[in-house]
């Protein structure tokens, strides 16, 4: 939908895809990482590949912009994020965004060289990402930021660790990034603009003494700079849009909405996606 005249945005959020061997390669790491798992609910990569085409193409005509928030594959192998991106491709780019998550970046191999899992990503995505291909080499691509709908503005991050194993599941936005959000904040640009953040990382996920350890490591000072932005009015209103953590929920802190969309590929012959639609002055409601 791109209805000019309207000013609420109608978004389809999707997430934690975990297309494990889509592409029809790496077959044993998928069977691998289902007994993992051991989950009887998980989809394979090429179901998952399936319901993702056909709710992509139900939804889109009803939706402003869709979000996926990471884990769109398994491994991070690089059939796995072209089988996704070529799922995706062959829609109207514009309507769809990506950030990586965990998965996407991770070492399945402990000696594995995933140095350039991120150019991979990038690569594979580039349509779906901002503000295009001649920044793609170029380590500080994230945050991307751009209007999806008028008076609505997307910033897109990267929290994800590069070179960590497979196991490992916390998440960093580090300094740069940090700076980048304060910078972007503090300029005032967006203080007409209802502000959204797409991030893989669950900033409410509390810490435990012991592993997994899934927490966002800077999620105190993330938060910490959306709460005083919008107490400065240095935007209409602030939106964070997860995964990671699978859950279905909703926070709202200080102000600020907090969405988790639940795990795409974790219920069988079920699309597990939420809708949420923000109005102008940025009041939300969804289907939680
Ligand atoms: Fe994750």
């Known amino acids: 939908m791109n209805d000019a005249q309207s000013d609420t945005l109608k978004l389809l959020l999707m997430s934690d895809l975990h297309c494990t061997g889509a592409g029809g390669k790496r077959p044993l790491e998928a069977a691998a990482r289902r007994l993992i798992f051991q989950n009887p609910n998980m989809r394979s990569g090429e179901e998952t590949l399936d319901l993702l085409g056909s709710v992509v193409d139900k939804y889109a005509p009803a939706v402003d912009h869709i979000l996926l928030a990471g884990d769109l594959t398994d491994t991070g192998a690089a059939s796995e994020l072209e089988a996704v991106a070529a799922a995706l491709r062959g829609r109207d780019a514009n309507l769809i965004s990506v950030v990586p998550g965990n998965h996407d970046i991770a070492r399945f191999y402990p000696f594995s060289n995933k140095e350039n899992q991120r150019s991979v990503f990038k690569h594979a995505f580039s349509e779906f990402l901002t503000p295009g291909p001649n920044r793609l080499e170029s380590d500080e691509y994230f945050p991307f930021v751009k209007t999806i709908k008028k008076g609505f503005v997307l910033v897109g991050l990267d929290s994800t660790i590069l070179g960590?194993?497979?196991?490992?599941?916390?998440?960093?936005?580090?300094?740069?990034?940090?700076?980048?959000?304060?910078?972007?904040?503090?300029?005032?640009?967006?203080?007409?603009?209802?502000?959204?953040?797409?991030?893989?990382?669950?900033?409410?996920?509390?810490?435990?003494?012991?592993?997994?350890?899934?927490?966002?490591?800077?999620?105190?000072r993330f938060k910490n700079l959306l709460f005083s932005a919008l107490e400065n009015k240095a935007a209409r209103s602030i939106c964070v849009i997860f995964g990671h953590t699978h859950e279905k929920k909703f926070e709202c802190l200080r102000g600020v909405s907090f969405v988790c969309i639940p795990g795409f590929a974790f219920v069988k012959n079920k699309p597990c996606f939420t809708q949420i639609q923000i109005n102008a002055s940025g009041g939300l409601r969804g289907t939680f």
């Open 164 to 220: 960590r194993p497979i196991w490992a599941l916390e998440g960093s936005l580090g300094e740069k990034q940090l700076r980048k959000i304060s910078e972007l904040l503090d300029s005032r640009a967006y203080s007409d603009s209802n502000l959204i953040f797409l991030i893989h990382h669950d900033p409410l996920a509390r810490t435990g003494i012991l592993p997994p350890h899934n927490v966002l490591a800077d999620a105190a």
